[in-house]
């Protein structure tokens, strides 16, 4: 079975700085991994997917990377706001079959 | 753009009871996907159906049923409920034949049982 870790947990930085969050997987066999935010007692809201073949995706200040091979992969978020405050959740699927990081959840102090 | 919709967004029922939650995925997506979330919990993927066929199946409880719909709504069928099927329950559609399967999650309904 795919177990997702997702490093750190929590993460309180001030506004303006560059984080990275980290995601690893123990199956390198996936179709894709997707990036998500979630606000509390929200839905998941879709910020990058990255297909199997990939390495990088970016949108905005969000750039996300896949090493398959190793089992990893980061989000990183640059210059960050206020409103980047939320929990972020990496998933991995399988076809139709996905399989859900804890999230690493973020406070971007004013 | 539309967004996936799921009904009701609240529901409250006794133990015991029967619960069904109703989703609508976006236009054209063939893949329907249910995940129950719990308090301070990550998502836990129920069970996916693709063109209207059960696709996989994850930590479902035999109590819980699914099907997908000729129009490619699906709905969740609870039975038996208990205290501990109090979450946040989510449905996402995504289009396997665009080749990438983006999930695109809806709003959620929150269960409560009492």
């Known amino acids: 079975k795919q177990e997702v870790t997702q490093i750190p947990a929590a993460l309180s930085v001030p506004e303006g700085e560059n984080l990275v969050l980290n995601c690893s997987f123990t199956?390198?066999?996936?179709?894709?991994l997707q990036w998500f935010r979630q606000d509390p007692g929200k839905g998941l809201t879709s910020l990058l997917l990255?297909?199997?073949?990939?390495r990088e995706q970016t949108s905005g200040r969000l750039n996300a990377s896949l090493d398959k091979s190793s089992g990893r992969s980061t989000l990183y978020i640059a210059a960050s706001q206020p409103g980047d405050s939320a929990t972020y959740l990496c998933?991995?699927?399988?076809?139709?079959?996905?399989?859900f990081g804890s999230g690493t959840k973020l406070n971007v102090k004013p | 753009a539309a967004g996936v919709i799921q009904s009701p967004r609240h529901l409250i029922k006794e133990k015991r009871e029967t619960a069904t939650l109703k989703c609508y995925p976006i236009p054209r997506h063939d893949t329907v996907y249910w995940y129950q979330q719990g308090p301070g919990q990550d998502p836990q993927f129920l069970i996916s159906f693709y063109e209207k066929m059960q696709s996989d199946k994850g930590s479902i409880p035999d109590r819980f049923s699914a099907q997908q719909f000729s129009d490619y709504h699906s709905e969740l069928n609870m039975s038996s409920l208990e205290l501990g099927d109090s979450a946040l329950y989510f449905c996402a559609s995504s289009s396997y034949r665009a080749g990438h399967n983006e999930q695109f999650f809806g709003p959620g309904t929150r269960l409560t049982v009492l």
């Open positions: 199956d390198s066999a996936i179709y894709n």
């Open positions: 998933a991995v699927s399988w076809v139709n079959k996905f399989y």
């Open positions: 990255i297909q199997s073949s990939q």
